[in-house]
Nanobody, 124 residues
Framework: VQALESGGDLVQAGGSLRLSCSIS????????MGWFRQAPGKERDMVSC???????YYGDSVKGRFTISRDDANYTLYLTMNSLKPEDTAMYYC???????????????????WGPGTLVSVSS
């Protein structure tokens, strides 16, 4: 199972971006999926997770600004980011999980390895 993220860019504060993640190798749509980010010198943090019935979870710092969605027909995950802030600058990664709890706590991802990520840079 592999993930490939795209859509990152350099934007000004207050701008918007939409990230995409294609996950190949899954044999069903009964997985939870999530977005994570890692800023330089910091640990990887959960940004948002979505369950197979579209239940969503968000980190406190992105609630109300980011929206996660999924297209199960194409095994694609999206993250729509609005009102971007400089502190959103990070490498963004996606992953699949057996359940929402594993996604929320970033444990036991269903991936052979993390994908390359996509870089989001927000200038002030």
């Amino acid at each position: 199972v592999q993930a490939l993220e795209s859509g990152g860019d350099l934007v000004q504060a207050g701008g918007s971006l939409r990230l995409s993640c294609s996950i190949s190798g899954l044999n069903s749509d009964d997985y939870s999926m999530g977005w994570f980010r890692q800023a330089p010198g910091k640990e990887r943090d959960m940004v948002s997770c979505i369950g197979p019935t579209d239940t969503t979870y968000y980190g406190d710092s992105v609630k109300g600004r980011f929206t996660i969605s999924r297209d199960d027909a194409n095994y694609t995950l999206y993250l729509t980011m609005n009102s971007l802030k400089p502190e959103d600058t990070a490498m963004y990664y996606c992953a699949a999980y057996y359940n929402e709890i594993d996604c929320y706590y970033e444990k036991y991802k269903v991936l052979d390895a993390w994908g390359p990520g996509t870089l989001v840079s927000v200038s002030s």
